[in-house]
């Protein structure tokens, strides 16, 4: 056995010894004195140790310091009942604090008693009890923020280990200082019950087997219970305040004697008043002079000192600041973080801070984050973070949007007006200042608030200006979204996946294909506002036919053919007959004679007066299309699609190209034309 088990151990059994076997005098104050000498190690330990559970053991200490206090109790009284001579530690306890009075001695004993049972006790007993309730209610919270960490990378599992082990010890500590300051309220009272019998079997011990009188008998021995009683409680109450502060300690980290000093003498202000004050009541009122003038002049100068000393700081904090900003700008390797290019920023005149400062009441933050769920939603990806700055080099009511810090796209709204936007069918016009929408270059007027309800009730589209940039910004998103998705987000995407579709991943990682061309892949389906939300169907294809080819577009082809569902439910209402433009086979046919196939992957081969002819006649079947009303949807055989997206895309951006295999069989078509050269 270890020292300290054996000493532990003789602790206790000494504690249980002692309510069985007699004591002499001098043995007893040995013990009374090693019993008050423990008592001040808790309460100093209780004060300056920086975190809790640093005394994890505590509830164990008060429930073995509790036990030996009431075994030397007990001998103590074994010993005033039988021979009148407890020992000179509890002699002098009861001559010495109660003054050789006994009326003295009995107030002091029973204020003490108050003290410990209705302030301290009382008080930490709730305050344990809260604290525990808290602790625990907190728990389940706190392991999520650890989980959140831990899938972040934010920590390791070594540091989420030992941070769940913590919650967990604080938990368990913070149980048991709640049924143990129970302990610390049952010794009060018991103390306060053994004092009064033994008041009364002394007095009648010293009148039976002493023959004094009763007030004599009653003299000599209370004042050596109340010396008795006063050796148990002075600790007991030290136990008790020891008890106070574990639970109350709000700080974890900070030393407590420069904590409460801190916080207490650290405002020159209050310094100030409570000098002035003091001098004040020296001055006005009788009391003495000297006194509370001494009193206030020393707060007016500690009030001073601080000061300086917090100007002295303000000064060092402001110089050493600049010397760090210097010396960054010094470091060599500064300029790499100049080197990191956000994927999305969206830059703002100092017009437009209102609506994205959540002080002034702006939501554009909250409608940032709408987009990336949005966008999450319909396309199966995630958006990166999107950075706002304010530019104080633009307009005040302009802004721009950035892919990869170029600027791809801005716009320009008049803060306080509503943007109005008349959907076709409204004939009557209201005033206003003529603009065009920024997110589809359709023509709109700004109107004021006045009019925003007569404009409504006309028809208008009206939007405010957060919704006209929060919409620019999705569409901007949308049609860049292929460029934004990176290695690292496809790894990130399988990851999320791999634990359900383990057999997938292990055959088509890296075997058959590797993350970059699954990427690809991926970017062809974005590039066409395909979602990629299914992405166990996307991979089941990519395995399904990596072994046979592995090129990218003919691999985008196959995925989508397993996609019709998802893209006739997207460009094909149901229940509804949908008009297309068809592909004359004719065009086909020069399309496939004119593709050229090379070890990076195929191209068109062309010549350039078919594709004249070839754009001219699409654009003539698109404005029949939009004539009618209608999405402009152009349908061609499997093998032809990827081929003439590539030639018209750079032409017809919003232009649909599907395959007929890519259709579902109860989607009805209705051909109005056919591009043809």
Known sequence: MK?????????????????????????????LALNISIALVILFNAMFTQEVLNMSAFPTIILFTTIFRIALNVSSTRLILSTGNPGRVV????????????????????????????????????????????????????????????????????????????IQDEAAFFGSMDGATKYVKGDAIAGLIVTVINIAGGTITGMMNQGLPALEALQEYALLTIGDGLVSQIPSLMISLATGILVTKVSKEADFGNLLIGQLFSIPKVLYIV???????????????????????????????????????????????????ADEIRKPENVASLLQVDPIELEFGYGIIPLADMNQGGDLLDRVVLIRRQIAIELGTVVPMIRLRDNIQLNPNQYIIKIKGIQVSEGEILFDHYMAMNPGYVEQEITGIPTFEPSFNLPAIWITESQRERAESLGYTVVDPPSIIATHLTEVIRSHIHELLTRQDVQNLVNNIQETNQTLITELVPKLLSIGEIQKVLQNLLREQISIRDLVSILETLADYAPSTRDIDVLTEYVRQNLKRAISKKYFPDGEMTSVVTLDPKVEQEIMDSVKQTEQGSYLALDPEVTREIIESVQSEIQKLEELGKNPIIITSPIVRMYFKRLIQDYFRDLTVVSYNEIDSNVELQSVGMVTV
Do not use: C
Request: avoid cysteine; charge should be negative; charged fraction near 20%.
């Open 91 to 166: 002699r002098v306890f009861g001559d010495f604090v109660g003054g050789g009075n006994l009326v003295i001695g009995v107030i002091i004993f029973i204020v003490l008693i108050l003290v410990q049972f209705i302030v301290i006790n009382k008080g930490s007993e709730r305050v344990a009890e809260v604290t525990a309730r808290f602790t625990l209610d907190a728990m389940p919270g706190k392991q999520m923020a650890i989980d959140a960490d831990l899938n972040t990378g934010a920590i390791t599992d070594v540091q989420a280990m030992e941070r769940r082990q913590k």
């Open 275 to 325: 000098g002035s004050s003091m001098i004040i009541l020296a001055i006005v009122t009788p009391l003495n002079v000297f006194l509370f003038g001494g009193y206030g002049l020393a707060f007016i100068f500690s009030g001073r000192s601080i000061a300086e000393k917090l100007e002295i700081e303000s000064i060092e904090r402001e110089v050493s600041t600049e010397e760090a900003e």
């Open 3 to 31: 020292r300290n088990d054996i000493a532990v151990g003789l602790y206790i059994l000494a504690a249980i010894m002692f309510l069985i076997i007699p004591m002499s005098p001098h043995l007893l104050d040995f013990f």
